[in-house]
């Protein structure tokens, strides 16, 4: 893929990102995806987080990457409020009405944009608090997530 294709790649992400949590301002939604993007990093293994990384654009998994210091231990707080506050720490100046709702957009981006195999092992990984975040699939019930 080309650095032109790669950008355009991008660009389609956070356009798709930008209409879904009603959003003009792209470098906004940037922020969004980035944030998140490193909560659920920090929350995978090493393995998994690599896995994870292989299927973004190469330009959203060089900003995916950026800061990561490997490590296979979970962080001590995996709760929900925890991958929130994370998220929110990116938007102190900008502070959003409903982080929880903005996540939720961007694990159906995820889901949209990856492999179903992938989206499940990653969900799998999470703590189950987190876990609910995740749009339900196809013949999922919301007991079972």
Known sequence: MTFDETVQLSNQ???E??????????????????????????????????QFGAQLPMLIRGFYYDGWHMTDRAP?????????????????????????ALVREVFKLLTHRLSAGQITDVKHML????????PLESGEEASAV
């Open 13 to 15: 992400w956070l356009n």
């Open 17 to 50: 990102l930008m209409l879904a949590v009603d959003w003009e301002d792209k470098h906004r939604a940037y922020r969004l995806l980035r944030a998140t993007l490193h909560a659920l990093r920090d929350r995978l293994t090493a393995h998994e987080a690599a």
């Open 76 to 100: 001590a707080e995996r709760t929900k409020s925890a991958f929130l506050g994370h998220v929110e720490a990116a938007f102190k100046q900008d502070p959003n009405a409903d982080t929880e």
């Open 127 to 134: 703590p189950p608090e987190v876990r609910v975040l995740w």
